[in-house]
């Protein structure tokens, strides 16, 4: 099972940064869309950010004019840039990829990075 590679996370105070990384190993081609999740403790997974193939970016309200998402196709990798951070934000930050395989569409998932936002 092909598993992302993610990196990254750790703990700080309020109103720092992180930057996350995701990468896919660069033998899986045609990748389309990316996303970000996060699950803080005890909550479901939900989503935070995607960018598209064609670089259109979407955001939780909550993380809004905070976070950016970005991709470097040539790499297979995407970033997460975590900008003024909150305690609110803490969880497990999960990446996820797409590609489309026939009439089907593959998913990957990387292991999940700690983000501990201390206030």
């Known amino acids: 099972q092909v598993r992302l590679v993610e990196s990254g996370g750790g703990l700080v105070q309020a109103g720092e940064s992180l930057r996350l990384s995701c990468a896919a190993p660069?033998?899986?081609?045609?990748?389309?869309?990316m996303v970000w999740y996060r699950q803080a403790p005890g909550t479901q997974r939900t989503w935070v950010a995607s960018i598209t193939q064609a670089g259109e970016t979407n955001y939780e309200d909550s993380v809004k004019g905070r976070f950016t998402i970005s991709r470097d196709d040539a790499k297979n990798t995407m970033f997460l840039q975590m900008n003024r951070l909150k305690p609110e934000d803490s969880g497990v930050y999960y990446c996820?990829?797409?590609?489309?395989?026939?009439?089907?569409?593959?998913?990957?998932w990387g292991q999940g990075l700690r983000v501990t936002v201390s206030s």
């Open positions: 660069e033998t899986i081609a045609g990748i389309h869309g």
């Open positions: 996820n990829m797409q590609r489309s395989a026939g009439w089907s569409t593959l998913e990957y």
